[in-house]
């Protein structure tokens, strides 16, 4: 475990403000997140180092295995639809190009976007989720982004879903996607939303937490702080996809916490998953998510105006 300063503005003045244990794997262990008291982001501290982190990522963690796992029919439609809806979002108003999509697990979106004409590139730390994308045809790099062999300027469109708050410096990555983009190419992230109503329902249990693997959580300030920094001039920021998804999770976790009798249990996660509910809080989701109150939030950037004119 390490201890570590804010990654916005390096300083080491934090307050405590959740314990949590890791309620995917289990285990004892209990996990701090903190406040900065300077700038508001909140994460993980002391937090699994980069040698220790692979061990709370299991095997079958599932953005790794999603395809496999996708089996019930209905669970199969609604996984086409959030992964046709990400194509729309990462190609919207763009000529086919090339695009790199970081922390791309075992392929899925990276196969669709290549299906409607993009030249793709991955990039994952997770070795086995690495090798399933290579056996499905794809190339895809197993590290981070500095290792990559590329030069500055190759992508048209660089993608992080759901990644940012899994990465051990946030700021440095970024800066390197302002980097790896070519002048005018977009950069598109999506990450939970601390300012959403869900965040305020559910608290510590609140999904979007997920300690250890999601190390950080970035109030809407500290994130336009963090683009600014890296040179990134945000375009649009909107609820799009997955924050239905995320608030169904935190319900699971809610029911953990204070439904003890297991058979009750089963029933009420088994109801929280079926169509029917999800279809009859379907227009609740979706007004919530017009007024950015949704769980999960996309942001679209291009490098800054400011950093474009000085590379003339
Ligand atoms: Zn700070």
Known sequence: MEAVACNLCGIENSEPLFRGRDRLLGGTQIFHSVRCRSCGLIYLNPRPDLDEIARYYPAEYEPFTRYKRVQSWAARLSYQRSMNKKCRIAAYGLKPGRLLDVGCGSGDFLLKMQQVGWEVYGLDLNAAACEEAGRRGLEVFQGQLFDL??????????????????????????????????PGGRF????PNPDGLDFR????????????????????????ALFQKAGLDVVSSRCMTGGQRVSTWSLEWLIDE???????QRRLKKMIYTPVWYWAWRPFYFILDLFRGGSSITYKCTQSSSRTLEKG
């Open 258 to 264: 204070h439904i003890s009798d297991p058979s009750h």
């Open 149 to 182: 062999p590329y030069p500055d300027h190759s992508f048209d469109v660089l993608t992080m879903w759901d990644v940012l708050e899994h990465l051990h410096d946030p700021l440095s990555n970024l800066k390197r996607v302002a980097q790896l983009l070519k």
């Open 201 to 224: 329902i559910f608290g510590r249990i609140w999904t979007g937490l997920d300690v250890p693997r999601h190390l950080y959580v970035f109030p809407r300030k500290t994130l336009m």
């Open 188 to 191: 598109t992230v999506t990450l």
